[in-house]
């Protein structure tokens, strides 16, 4: 089955992540090699990155981007789902792609490792297309099982390099528009040099400012920033 009743969906982020969306800063190659997957016939790819360098965005944005050409997809995003959900992997063979993302969250679990295995055969055999996300290098990873290992290292394998500051106010700056509001460039340099230094937090932050500046009828300033993130 494709849903486990067990899993609180929807399993996929709550932002709209597209590929336009996405501050490439130094990873356009990445992002060119992972376009072109939707072109290409039965592959798999490994995405390596640090936190915060877009991994989870740029699955969605594949994801997305296989829907609007009238194919079909799953995102797995394995550090929002329960230690025992690998049963959530069965039956995926029948999309056009899957992509599983933060793959180093169940390095070790020889559950998950199995699951894992055979949905990478399986998409193979039925010319499916098979996209992982991890922190961590391939080789770095505690797996267990031999075979998932090598079946990994056999495909595409992409790095992502760490969003400098830049980088990162330009992600800040176009998810303000996203929400309808201006984020004023001493705000977001502010965030920067004092908030979480998660990409996923700044853009949580961005989105309470957008609230409290909406509830309270106030600009956004470093006043109101100052009040945010002490709460």
Not at 23 to 32: E, K, L, M, Y
Not at 221 to 227: C, Q, S
Request: glycine share 8%; charged share 20%; aromatic share 6%.
């Amino acid at each position: 089955m494709l849903f486990s009743p067990q899993i609180p969906l929807p399993l996929e982020p709550r932002r709209d992540s597209r590929f336009d969306d996405y501050v490439t800063g130094p990873n356009q190659a990445a992002v060119d090699a992972l376009r072109h997957v939707l072109v290409q016939p039965a592959v798999s790819v490994y995405l390596q990155g640090a936190a915060s360098s877009g991994k989870t965005h740029l699955l969605n944005a594949l994801c997305h981007a296989t829907r609007d050409a009238g194919r079909t997809a799953f995102y797995a995003g394995l550090r929002r789902m329960p230690a025992n959900a690998y049963s959530t992997l069965e039956g995926l063979e029948g999309l056009d792609l899957v992509c599983v993302d933060d793959l180093e969250v169940v390095a070790g679990d020889g559950h998950w490792e199995e699951a894992l295995f055979h949905l990478f055969n399986r998409l193979r055999d039925a010319g499916g297309k098979l996209v992982i996300s991890s922190q961590r290098a391939l080789s770095a990873l505690p797996l267990q099982l031999p075979d998932l290992r090598s079946r990994i290292a056999s495909g595409v394998r992409l790095q992502l390099q760490a969003l400098d500051e830049t980088a990162k106010l330009a992600v800040l700056n176009r998810h303000a528009e996203s929400l309808g509001v201006e984020l004023p460039v001493e705000v977001g340099q502010y965030l920067l040099s004092r908030g979480h230094r998660s990409l996923g937090h700044l853009l949580g932050t961005v989105e309470r400012l957008q609230n409290a500046a909406f509830t309270a009828k106030r600009r956004i300033t470093i006043p109101l920033a100052r009040e945010i993130l002490k709460h």
